[in-house]
């Protein structure tokens, strides 16, 4: 199980930190894809890391404002969010996989599972 965390209110061009904790595993097996979901549309991929080596990989909408990183000793996986925009308002969600890399970063959410209940981000114009 996951739990996510650290979402809020923000004005625009403002930052936020989600944190992604595992609650009875580590992360250093999986995969860890953060995910988000607007009201009316359908749920994005935002990015993936991978748990053992660090490696990131990002979606459109995160390139260059995003950045993912992990710390296994704490069992947290971190999404920080700069620059952020009213469009990036959503449910932020993370979830794991075991899947080779390279389906990992398809970003597919039919790809990953345990996901967890989301941290609601609300960006102010």
């Known amino acids: 199980q996951v739990v996510e965390s650290g979402g809020g209110l923000v004005q625009a061009g403002g930052s936020l930190r989600l944190s992604c904790v595992a609650s009875?595993?580590?992360?250093?097996?999986?995969?860890i894809g953060w995910f988000r979901q607007a009201p009316g549309k359908e749920i994005e991929g935002v990015g993936c890391i991978d748990g053992k080596d660090g490696d990131t990989y990002y979606g459109n909408s995160a390139k260059g404002r995003f950045t993912m990183s992990i710390d296994n000793a704490k069992k947290k996986v971190y999404l920080q969010m700069n620059d952020l925009k009213p469009e990036d308002t959503a449910v932020y969600y993370c979830?794991?996989?075991?899947?080779?890399?390279?389906?990992?970063?398809?970003?597919?959410?039919?790809?990953?599972?345990?996901r967890g209940q989301g941290t609601q981000v609300t960006v102010s114009s």
């Open positions: 979830a794991t996989n075991t899947l080779p890399w390279r389906l990992a970063t398809t970003l597919s959410p039919a790809n990953f599972g345990s």
């Open positions: 009875d595993f580590t992360f250093e097996d999986y995969n």
